[in-house]
């Protein structure tokens, strides 16, 4: 039984890591230190934080595939369900101003 529960537990901590879960101290990966707007620190932001699961070409994986999310969810839901989560994947992953750069960045995958 505790061997279950240890293989049980191990296996939260890499699903739950391989998600980008780490605390990147909210800097911003451009090193601007102001708004993130360029599509490039968008890919940037989604590559350190959720190509894991989505794929880094975003065709999906543990997660769906997001290459046609902005046909199906607007800006506003998708930075909702990056804020909330959905289904396995975790709220706040990243937040802020990130959070919406990606969020804007998805919604042009159509």
Do not use: Y
Request: glycine share 18%; net charge negative; proline share 3%.
């Amino acid at each position: 039984m505790k061997r279950m529960l240890m293989l049980i537990i191990f296996g939260i901590f890499l699903i739950l890591s391989a998600c980008g879960m780490g605390d990147d101290g909210g800097e911003n990966p451009s090193g601007t230190g102001g708004g993130v707007t360029d599509s490039s620190d968008a890919d940037g932001i989604f590559k350190e934080n959720c190509a894991t699961c989505h794929g880094e070409d975003l065709s999906g994986g543990t997660g769906p595939d997001l290459t046609d999310v902005g046909q199906r969810l607007s800006e506003d839901e998708i930075e909702e369900v990056i804020e909330d989560g959905k289904g396995a994947m975790p709220s706040g992953l990243i937040s802020g101003q990130e959070q919406k750069t990606v969020a804007e960045w998805l919604s042009d995958m159509k």
